[in-house]
């Protein structure tokens, strides 16, 4: 390589400087502030310290130490059940989504014939009939007052079920076509938005009492993270020659024990680096908590929203002091699997 | 290797010269068959079993007219019975369509802006400098925050008398007391500087990595045949690394369109209805004004709409992608 011009070189030092600053900016302004004391992170007054004078912990004391009636909305009073909350449910909720997702991923990566390239008239097809076939039952459910309760929807839920897998058997005899691989279908759930359909998720899963629950909501996280899982796995799961697999059932293995002898420990920087990525979702994730829970199991990004004190509004020093904390897990997370962070992050898009 | 993607694998016995699964016999219990079932079963039946209820409980209440506040509860809705009222509503409602062409326009403009301002800082971070390192981290820091706290830092960003006011104003050298949150343009700008702020890191990230992997000898073939830095850029760089932007785009884009977090604490969607995206649409009607049959018919059509951009946005995926490095 030839040597590029020193002024070309001071040009872009000085770019990559002013380029990172302004990227740092809004992170530095929230460790500042963890660090300032009341009078330096209040608004009132309307000075602006750009860098604490007085650096205190107090902040920090405040969200972790029980604060007796301070806060007025905050259900907790203290930040540390917010923490076990959002720790418990987000390595719940992405283990869950590993065990199904590499399960589906290894399948559709050897077995599937379904290139998954579905037009979306058949998608919608099939859900149209499915909702005709269905929607006589659910208002027969609702007279007869039993989709209520939790044996209802169970009931309900289980009829649906093979409703969906009979239309599936008579579209695929009428269609010469794919009519539905689990690898797209999957793909376009992640299009849709959550809240859309949070309503009558709350009305199920308050039949089912898991409002409020870890495991109401590591069942909800692991539904909506799963088809990064497959997508991710898959993709790691094809780079590994399947001849492999072939050899070792040839050596005596059943097919579990290939897949799980085999093949599982040569994607397991894979799944390192998909356990980020979802982990870092479920991990970051605000609205289902915030209508899922109420009392007992709010996360970080919720017990956040309601930190307001009576006294003086919003508690700027207190937020920021958990916002830093809530960086902490993340980023010790993607440090231990830093070798494999670039491809689970980017998708399995980049092959190093 | 081949490419990554659902290259059809041939090895279950049921499938014939053509390649097409013969008609499956009445309980076809083969090994491979079991086995390959068993992978991918569980999977479809968690899927299946949270989304089938709600989704007919869904298309059920969005066909009635009832709300919480008409009495009963929901399974009581038939008594409300009114065919597509609720959908005729939601095609004549003007700020259903607003948020569905805001989110598209706030996520066109956010992953656009992602796209331009990550390759460009790739570029920057080609060559060595002194501490790089370091740059690279700070670089990534804003992908690890809480979207909730970045959110709420932005929100104290755009205040008047927060920090940007105060930086503006020491640039000009006089007060300047902008509200951005309470303009309808500004309000906007500043929605969709937090949400690049975010998001840019993951596209540098991405580009880099695309760019770090570019074949050597043909970027220096190109230089000794007396190629321009654009020309180079233009017909050699481009197309090596527009798999990896597309496949970046396609996932940004996907995830830009249920933008809530940043929206919610920002501006709640105001002022007004500036900022509101479908999201914050469907917030507002289920959560504020109680409208439950009308947020469900509401929701059937964004599913309708999502399902058919999906089909389009996801299509370059499904083929085969170049390996790069």
């Known amino acids: ?352 | 290797m081949g490419g990554n993607v659902a290259v059809p694998v041939i090895q279950d016995e049921r499938i014939g010269e053509t390649g097409r699964v013969r008609r499956r016999r009445f309980l076809d219990m083969s090994d491979v068959r079991i086995f390959s079932t068993s992978l991918t079963a569980p999977a479809q039946f968690v899927l299946l079993f949270i989304i089938m209820f709600p989704l007919l409980a869904e298309v059920y209440i969005s066909l009635t007219s009832w709300t919480p506040t008409r009495g009963g509860d929901w399974t009581q809705a038939y008594r409300f019975w009114d065919w597509g009222r609720n959908y005729v509503e939601v095609f004549r409602d003007i700020a259903f369509w607003q948020a569905l062409g805001r989110t598209f326009l706030i996520a066109g403009v956010a992953v656009a802006l992602e796209f331009l301002l990550g390759l460009g800082i790739a570029f920057l971070f080609l060559e060595e400098f002194p501490g790089k390192r370091i740059f690279y981290t700070l670089m990534l820091v804003p992908m690890m925050i809480v979207p909730a706290v970045a959110g709420y830092v932005f929100w104290l960003f755009f205040q008047s008398n927060g920090p940007l006011n105060a930086i503006i104003s020491l640039l000009i050298g006089q007060p300047f007391t902008l509200t951005w949150l309470a303009n309808d343009v500004t309000a906007m700008i500043a929605v969709i500087v937090a949400e690049v702020w975010e998001w840019t890191p993951l596209m540098f990230l991405i580009m880099l990595s695309g760019l770090v992997g570019l074949p050597e000898d043909q970027m220096r073939a190109a230089t000794m045949l007396g190629a321009t830095a654009w020309q180079k850029f233009r017909y050699l760089v481009l197309p090596i690394l527009k798999p990896i932007i597309i496949i970046a785009v396609v996932i940004r884009g996907m995830e830009a369109v249920k933008i809530f977090d940043m929206v919610y604490l920002m501006t709640q969607g105001g002022p007004a209805q500036a900022t509101e995206t479908i999201s914050i649409y469907m917030y507002k009607v289920a959560f504020q004004q109680v409208r439950w049959s009308f947020a469900a018919a509401a929701a059937m059509t964004i599913l309708v709409i999502m399902t058919i951009i999906a089909s389009y946005a996801l299509r370059p995926l499904q083929t085969p992608q170049r390996e790069i490095g």
């Open chain 1, 1 to 352: 390589m030839q040597k590029t011009p020193t002024w070309q070189r001071v040009v872009r030092y000085a770019l990559v400087i002013i380029v990172v600053g302004m990227f740092t900016f809004p992170t530095y302004w929230m460790v500042t502030m963890a660090f300032k004391p009341k009078v330096e992170w209040s608004t009132a007054h309307g000075t602006i310290y750009w860098v604490p004078k007085n650096p205190t912990l107090e902040n920090f004391d405040t969200v972790l130490t029980e604060y007796r009636g301070q806060f007025f909305r905050a259900n907790q009073s203290s930040a540390l059940p917010s923490i076990r909350s959002s720790i418990i449910v987000s390595i719940g909720g992405t283990l869950f989504a590993l065990l199904i997702g590499t399960l589906a991923a290894y399948g559709l990566s050897r077995f599937s014939v379904d290139t998954g390239d579905l037009p979306w008239y058949v998608a919608l097809g099939r859900l149209a009939l499915l909702i005709l076939v269905l929607l006589p039952f659910m208002v027969l459910w609702a007279w007869l007052g039993i989709i209520r309760y939790w044996y209802g929807i169970l009931t309900f839920t289980i009829l649906g079920i093979a409703a969906d897998q009979l239309i599936g058997r008579l579209l695929g005899r009428i269609y010469r076509g794919p009519t539905g691989s689990l690898a797209f279908s999957i793909l376009q759930l992640r299009m849709f938005p959550p809240m859309a359909i949070v309503i009558p998720v709350m009305i199920m899963w308050s039949a089912f009492k898991l409002i409020d629950t870890w495991y109401g909501l590591v069942a909800v996280y692991g539904v909506v993270t799963f088809p990064f899982v497959v997508w991710l796995m898959k993709s790691f799961f094809d780079e590994i020659p399947r001849e492999l697999d072939e050899a070792a059932i040839v050596d005596g293995a059943s097919n579990w024990g290939a897949f799980l002898k085999v093949v599982l420990p040569l994607a397991k920087g894979g799944l390192a680096s998909t356990a980020l990525f979802v982990f870092i979702l479920n991990w970051s994730d605000f609205l289902i908590a915030l209508l899922l829970t109420t009392r007992d199991w709010p996360t970080i990004p919720v017990f956040l929203n309601s930190l307001v004190s009576s006294e003086i509004g919003a508690q700027h020093g207190p937020k920021a002091a958990l916002g830093l904390l809530a960086v902490i897990p993340p980023v010790v997370f993607g440090i231990l699997i830093q070798r494999y962070l670039v491809r689970g992050l980017t998708f399995g898009a980049i092959k190093r």
